[in-house]
Nanobody, 123 residues
């Protein structure tokens, strides 16, 4: 089992950047694929990015491709989401997720979730 705690959210102007972090507590961090999901006001949850156990494979939703970068540091048990060129439509609660095994692009296949961190993009 793994516990996830996100940090790094906040208020940023359009065009700005933020880096989210998600620290994991638990054993065998390297056995888990990791991802990020978001839910904006009045919107359905959207799974936006994922990274494989080794970090060699990544996935991005079309809505964030070219602007967001996911990475992980297995030595620090942490996954990151670097968000650039932020838009008001990126405003959401961002949650990290983990699943044992291979990367999947369907967020419903992730078993463990953090509590989320708020990102607000506004001038």
């Amino acid at each position: 089992q793994v516990q996830l705690v996100e940090s790094g959210g906040g208020l940023v102007q359009p065009g700005g950047s933020l880096r989210l972090s998600c620290a994991a507590e638990g054993r065998m961090f390297g056995d888990y694929s990791l991802g990020w999901s978001r839910q904006g006001p009045g919107k359905e949850r959207e799974f936006v990015s994922a990274i494989s156990r080794s970090g060699g494979a990544t996935y991005y939703a079309d809505s964030v491709k070219g602007r967001f970068t996911i990475s992980r540091d297995n030595a620090k048990n942490t996954v990151y989401l670097q968000m650039n060129s932020l838009k008001p439509g990126d405003t959401a609660v961002y949650s990290c997720a983990a699943r044992a095994g291979s990367l999947r692009t369907n967020g419903n296949l992730y078993n463990y979730w953090g509590q989320g961190t708020q990102v607000t993009v506004s001038s």
